[in-house]
C-alpha cells in the first residue's frame, strides 16, 4: 500500500548544481501538488498539476520547474540550486473533485544547498 | 487576510486536559474541511474530515459552522503521543478545487 512516494529522502547540493525530485502516487489521483516547508513557517505551495501534461504555478515557483508526464508522476526540477532553496519539499496527490477527499503526502525530501 | 488562519498556540496541556483548536477561513466557497496532524519533520497525516453536521473519532471532535466560517477540533483526554502540530485544511471549488492550509497549531502534553 504505497500511496505517495519521493525520492531521494535526502539530498546535499552545492550552489549551482541541479537535482530532480520524484514522486509518484499509485492511487489513480488527478491531481498532483509539490510544496515547500520551512521552519517554523507553513507549506508553501510551488506547483501543481490538475493532469496529465498540464502544471500551473502556485505561491513560490521561481527557481523551480515541474513535469507530469505520466499521471502518476510529478516532477520537480532545480536547475540552478541556491541555499534558499534548503527546505523539506512535500508531494501531495488528490482526486480532483469529490467531497472531503483529502490530500496525501509523501514523506518528504530533506534538501540542503551547500 | 490569510485564507485559512489559525491560533499558533503553544497549547502546553497535561496529560488528560481538553484542548480546543479553532480555525477561521476567508471563503464562503470552501467546501471541504479537513485536520491535519503533522509530526516534527515529518509529513502531514490526515487526521479527520470534518462534516457539516459534526463528527466524532474517538477521542477527536470536530465542528463546523458555516454561517461564521468556523471550524474546531476538540481533543479529549489528551494522551502525550497527541504532542503534534495541528493543521486546518480548506479546499475551495471556485479556484479549481484547491486546498488552502493553515499554518497550523501546536501542542505539547506534558506528563
Known amino acids: 500500500n504505497a500511496g505517495v512516494t519521493q525520492t531521494p529522502k535526502f539530498r546535499v547540493l552545492k550552489t549551482g548544481q541541479s537535482m530532480t525530485l520524484l514522486c509518484a502516487q499509485d492511487?489513480?489521483?488527478?491531481?498532483m501538488y509539490w510544496y515547500r516547508q520551512d521552519p517554523g513557517m507553513g507549506l508553501r505551495l510551488i506547483h501543481y498539476s490538475v493532469g496529465e501534461g498540464t502544471t500551473a504555478k502556485g505561491e513560490v515557483p521561481d527557481g523551480y520547474n515541474v513535469s507530469r508526464l505520466k499521471k502518476q508522476n510529478f516532477l520537480l526540477g532545480l536547475e540552478s540550486a541556491a541555499p534558499s532553496q534548503t527546505s523539506v519539499y512535500f508531494c501531495a496527490s488528490s482526486y480532483s473533485t469529490g467531497t472531503n477527499q483529502p490530500q496525501h503526502f509523501g514523506d518528504g525530501t530533506r534538501l540542503s544547498i551547500l | 487576510r490569510k485564507e485559512v488562519e489559525q491560533d499558533p498556540g503553544p497549547f502546553n496541556v497535561p496529560e488528560g486536559a481538553t484542548v480546543a483548536f479553532n480555525c477561521t477561513y476567508s471563503?464562503?466557497?470552501?467546501?471541504?474541511f479537513f485536520w491535519y496532524r503533522q509530526d516534527c519533520r515529518k509529513e502531514p497525516k490526515l487526521l479527520m474530515s470534518v462534516y457539516s453536521s459534526g463528527n466524532e473519532d474517538g477521542r477527536f471532535t470536530a465542528q463546523l459552522n458555516r454561517a461564521s466560517q468556523y471550524i474546531s477540533l476538540l481533543i479529549r483526554d489528551s494522551k502525550l503521543s497527541d504532542s503534534a502540530t495541528y493543521l486546518c485544511v480548506v479546499r475551495r471549488s471556485n479556484t479549481g478545487n484547491q486546498f488552502y492550509f493553515g499554518t497550523g497549531t501546536s501542542l505539547t502534553v506534558i506528563p
Open positions: 492511487m489513480n489521483h488527478e491531481y
Open positions: 471563503n464562503s466557497a470552501s467546501q471541504s
